[in-house]
């Protein structure tokens, strides 16, 4: 049995029950770095070039956290998750990036995922993945089912509402039902920016204090999504954010949340299109605020930010219930 290291970083969030039903098939112990805290971000920053972006540094901190505990680390390549459409090119260059950043590491299980145009090169890849671990072709496909329903499962729990972290631990506490007028944000970004609670500087719970529940992307189905997306004036050929804008459409088109903060990382080319296109759709018509974070940002800028978000609609909430009643008493 192999010690597999998993960093709790960057595609964790969407892809670890997967992963870890995947190697615990194969009869392997899955590791997983600690969660994000000052030293892990301190080595991602001396380790990662400094034009990266705030996640993949982090990926790095995650990383070294690992090295020494584990047999393999497994670092998957992402390239394309659907036909047509790829991932950043940080996620393509993953494995190279860490090789190249972080020695005496273990030997790394770099899958490459190419479901554009390379689905037999995928299956081969898994297959031979398979084999440095010792398992049959068989076994794998057996594997890759188990995390395929793995998968589902935590994908059906966020829609659901649960959390990433109660999703992957799959067990979530007894909640109350929520006052008739709660405060509703939509918090899109990439899970790794937002589920991170160290990283984000508790974005989520910050807001929750507030009197806000917060909904994300994930609480929609991808299908539904990528539909919604298709409705922009532009085309988008990113997977994640494209799930980003879907869920902007929705938001925009039901208004089933009071206002929207996008959240993206400093240094992050596709999310600085996609939030730009994004806020040109929703602005005048939804509040929605971008906030971009980066190692530097401190907690008072933040804190600020979204105390002036919340009371701009929660004024604008009073404002809008005010006229309602009006409107219904004059009739
Ligand atoms: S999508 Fe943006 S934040 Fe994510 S890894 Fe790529 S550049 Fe970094």
């Not at 800028?301 to 219904?328: H, N, P």
């Amino acid at each position: 049995m192999a010690k597999v290291g998993i960093p709790r970083a960057l595609f964790y969030y969407d892809y670890f029950p997967l992963w870890q039903a995947f190697f615990e098939a194969l009869g392997h112990q899955v590791m997983v770095s600690d969660a994000t805290n000052k030293g892990i971000l301190e080595d991602g920053i001396k380790r990662a070039v400094d034009e990266t972006c705030l996640p993949v540094k982090l990926y790095m901190g995650h990383v070294q956290n690992l090295r020494d505990r584990v047999d393999y680390l497994f670092i998957p390549r992402l390239v394309s998750l659907e036909e047509k459409h790829f991932s950043c090119p940080k996620f393509i260059g993953l494995p190279d990036m860490v090789r190249g950043c972080v020695p005496n590491l273990p030997p790394i299980l770099d899958v490459l995922v190419d479901l554009t145009d390379n689905k037999k090169l995928t299956r081969s890849s898994l297959l031979e993945l398979g084999k440095l671990l010792g398992a049959s072709p068989a076994q794998v496909g057996g594997a890759y089912q188990a995390g395929l329903q793995a998968h589902r499962s935590y994908r059906a729990r966020l829609k659901q509402g649960w959390s990433h972290e109660e999703g992957i631990r799959g067990s979530r506490p007894e909640t109350l039902a929520e006052p008739e007028n709660l405060l509703r944000v939509a918090l899109l970004s990439h899970p790794y920016n937002i589920c991170d609670s160290w990283a984000s500087n508790n974005l989520m719970g910050k807001l929750k204090r507030m009197g806000a529940a917060v909904t994300t992307a994930d609480a929609l189905s991808l299908g539904y999504l990528r539909q919604k997306a298709n409705t922009l004036s532009e085309q988008i050929y990113w997977t994640f954010e494209k799930k980003l804008a879907g869920a902007a459409m929705h938001y925009l088109e039901t208004r089933e949340v009071d206002g929207i903060i996008l959240v993206m990382a400093f240094e992050c080319g596709p999310d600085s299109l996609v939030t730009e296109l994004i806020e040109r759709e929703v602005r005048d018509k939804l509040p929605v605020m971008t906030l971009c974070m980066d190692e530097h940002t401190g907690e008072a800028g933040i804190m600020t930010r979204l105390e002036a978000f919340v009371d701009m609609i929660v004024r604008q909430k009073s404002r809008q219930e005010a006229a309602a009643a009006k409107e219904w008493a004059e009739a």
